[in-house]
């Protein structure tokens, strides 16, 4: 990722900005200059909740090379009480206790580093909560 997308994402990615179209009210994240449900262009920003409920998921047990120290590992989707739902890597847990329905934490995290070129990657991934 060039270091001008990451000085432009900033806001989304440290403090996890989403935006609501201001007419038609749909939420997008990471925001958007234009509503693809009604074309308007004026959005109002907004954080995201720090917890969502998971939705779905999947374990990885054959994965690309440069997650293989992370195997097996889980991707999900979770929901947050605004209906906005993304993608994540779950971490910090077993990954056959997973249950759909459990509340999970929006953390943000580095997600890998490029060794040749040292440039250190960073995004959201969740983190189950446990009771």
Sequence with gaps: MF???IWREMPQ???L???ICKKCGKRFYPPRLICDQCGFRK???YNLPEEGKLQTFTVIRIPASQFSDQSPYAI???KFDDSLQL???IVDCDVDKLKIGQKVRLEFRRIQTDKSHGVLSYAYKLVPKWY
């Design 17 to 19: 900005e989403a935006s």
């Design 3 to 5: 270091p001008s997308r």
């Design 87 to 89: 993608m994540a890597q």
């Design 43 to 45: 959005f109002e920003s």
């Design 13 to 15: 990615r440290y403090r």
């Design 76 to 78: 999900g989707i979770v």
